[in-house]
């Protein structure tokens, strides 16, 4: 795994976890906004897969089974209700991903990749609307003040199609296998569960040397490669 500098957060604009963990870090923690490097994760269509391939890249991502489907349900259920959020589900039938991840890739070149982002989420869990519709990209480009033909075709732009190839390609080096997933140098912070400890973690890089504790002695902790908890993330 690479060693990244710049605090990564990727998002998923499917995820309801990464929907979450977005308005955590831009209520509680909006100093950090600027600081991190925003990521879009998202599931490639044929094109795309094909692409990454190519490029000796594999998407670390599988179908959600509908046990786990139901559970995201109760799960986003429980904790939307305790932070007095509604939702509206949305209905996905045969998504194509890049349209929205792609557009905000060109929103991002504009400067209105956040505006992009809240808006996104608004549509998908505040109205129910089908995000991969470029029609839905259209409305949410005309109300963050961009083009809308730009936006709802950024997946037909090849440039635009071979960053998000790029991306990808990250994806696979940071060993990103679900969202919301945070990175900084050798550290990976996977679900909304381990958000609290993600940012603690940066606001340990900004204490002075004389503050920063000794670091414990390593616990071994064996050669277990599953996933042990659900830690509030899709993947």
Not at 36 to 47: A, I, K, Q, S, T
Not at 62 to 75: P, T, V, W
Not at 116 to 140: K, L, M, Q, S
Not at 180 to 191: A, K
Request: charge should be negative; glycine fraction near 8%.
């Amino acid at each position: 795994m690479p060693k990244n500098k710049t605090p990564r957060f990727y998002f998923s604009l499917r995820s309801p976890y990464s929907w979450l963990a977005y308005r955590e870090i831009t209520t509680f923690h909006p100093d950090l906004v600027e600081q991190l490097e925003w990521v879009p994760f998202f599931e490639p269509d044929e094109l795309s897969a094909r692409l990454l391939k190519e490029q000796g890249g594999r998407f670390p991502y599988s179908a959600m089974s509908r046990e786990k489907n139901r559970y995201i349900l109760q799960d986003i259920g429980r904790i939307t209700k305790a932070r007095g959020l509604s939702v509206t589900w949305p209905v996905d039938r045969e998504p194509v991903w890049e349209v929205p991840h792609l557009a905000y890739l060109v929103a991002a070149r504009h400067g209105r990749g956040h505006a992009f982002i809240d808006a996104v989420y608004r549509a998908r869990f505040g109205r129910g609307r089908d995000i991969c519709d470029p029609a839905t990209i259209e409305d949410i480009a005309f109300e963050i003040g961009l083009d809308p033909r730009e936006l709802a075709r950024a997946s037909d732009v090849p440039e635009v199609r071979a960053e998000g190839i790029r991306i990808l390609l990250d994806v696979c080096r940071d060993g990103v296998f679900g969202v919301p997933f945070f990175v900084h140098g050798f550290s990976r912070f996977w679900g909304i569960d381990r958000l609290d400890d993600f940012v603690a973690h940066l606001r340990d890089q900004e204490l002075p040397a004389a503050f920063v504790p000794e670091p414990l002695t390593a616990i071994g902790l064996g050669a277990r490669a599953t996933e042990d908890a659900h830690a509030g993330g899709c993947g």
